[in-house]
T-cell receptor
Framework: KAGVTQTPRYLIKTRGQQVTLSCSPI?????VSWYQQTPGQGLQFLFE???????NKGNFPGRFSGRQFSNSRSEMNVSTLELGDSALYLC?????????????FGNGTRLTVT | AQTVTQSQPEMSVQEAETVTLSCTYD???????LFWYKQPPSRQMILVIR??????QNATENRFSVNFQKAAKSFSLKISDSQLGDAAMYFC???????????????FGKGTLLTVNP
C-alpha cells in the first residue's frame, strides 16, 4: 500500500506570492491533517479534514486555508506569503481521525519564502 | 490548552546502551492519549509508541518502552540496546480523548535530538 504522498518536496516562493501544497492520503483513509514545522515554533497543527469537512483548525491566520476532495486528497493554500511561512509542511492521514486511527505522515513539503 | 514539554533538546547514547527521553505535559483532561514519534533525516514522522491514559500498564514496543506517571503528568521514553538507526529527532505528543474537534489534532513537544555513537 502506498504511503502518504506530498507534492512537491521542495518549493521556493517570493514574499507576497501564494502557494498550494498537495497531499494524497493512504488509500482508504478519509481523514487528512496538516502541520507546520519550524525550528522556532516546532510542530503546530493547521487543520484537519474528514469527508471534505474541516473538523478542527489551529491558530493560524486566514491566509492559511485548505480543502479536501471527494477522493480524500487534500490541498492547503497559503496566500500573501511572508518570510515566516518558511517551514516544513507535513500532511498526515488516518482512517477516521480520532483516537483509534493512528496517523501516518508524509515526507513533507519544504517551503522557502524569499 | 494542553502543553507538552521536552526539557532535553539533545541527548546522546552509545550504541547498545540505554537512554531515556523525558516528556511532561499539562492538561485538565482525564481522557487522553500520548505518543512518541521519531523523525529521521528523511523527515517522515514515524509512530514509535502510544499510551492510553486510562491504562495503568506502561506500553512497550520491542526495544522501546514508556514510563507513564499520570499523577505527575510525565511520559518518558526508554530505548534499550540503542542502534545507529535510532538516531533521529524524537517528539512527544498529546491527543485529547474527548469527542469533538480537539480529538483530531496532536499537540507536540519541541523535540529531542538523539545521537547514537558507535
Amino acid at each position: 500500500k502506498a504511503g502518504v504522498t506530498q507534492t512537491p518536496r521542495y518549493l521556493i516562493k517570493t514574499r507576497g506570492q501564494q502557494v498550494t501544497l498537495s497531499c494524497s492520503p493512504i488509500s482508504g483513509h478519509r481523514s487528512v491533517s496538516w502541520y507546520q514545522q519550524t525550528p522556532g515554533q516546532g510542530l503546530q497543527f493547521l487543520f484537519e479534514y474528514f469527508s471534505e469537512t474541516q473538523r478542527n483548525k489551529g491558530n493560524f491566520p486566514g491566509r492559511f486555508s485548505g480543502r479536501q476532495f471527494s477522493n480524500s486528497r487534500s490541498e492547503m493554500n497559503v496566500s500573501t506569503l511572508e518570510l515566516g511561512d518558511s517551514a516544513l509542511y507535513l500532511c498526515a492521514s488516518s482512517q477516521l481521525g480520532g483516537n483509534n486511527s493512528p496517523l501516518h505522515f508524509g515526507n513533507g513539503t519544504r517551503l522557502t519564502v524569499t | 490548552a494542553q502543553t507538552v514539554t521536552q526539557s532535553q533538546p539533545e541527548m546522546s547514547v552509545q550504541e547498545a546502551e540505554t537512554v531515556t527521553l523525558s516528556c511532561t505535559y499539562d492538561t485538565s483532561e482525564s481522557d487522553y492519549y500520548l505518543f512518541w514519534y521519531k523523525q529521521p533525516p528523511s523527515r517522515q514522522m514515524i509512530l514509535v509508541i502510544r499510551q492510553e491514559a486510562y491504562k495503568q500498564q506502561n506500553a512497550t514496543e520491542n526495544r522501546f518502552s514508556v514510563n507513564f506517571q499520570k499523577a505527575a503528568k510525565s511520559f518518558s521514553l526508554k530505548i534499550s540496546d540503542s542502534q545507529l538507526g535510532d538516531a533521529a529527532m524524537y517528539f512527544c505528543a498529546y491527543r485529547s480523548g474527548s469527542s469533538g474537534g480537539s480529538n483530531y489534532k496532536l499537540t507536540f513537544g519541541k523535540g529531542t535530538l538523539l545521537t547514537v555513537n558507535p
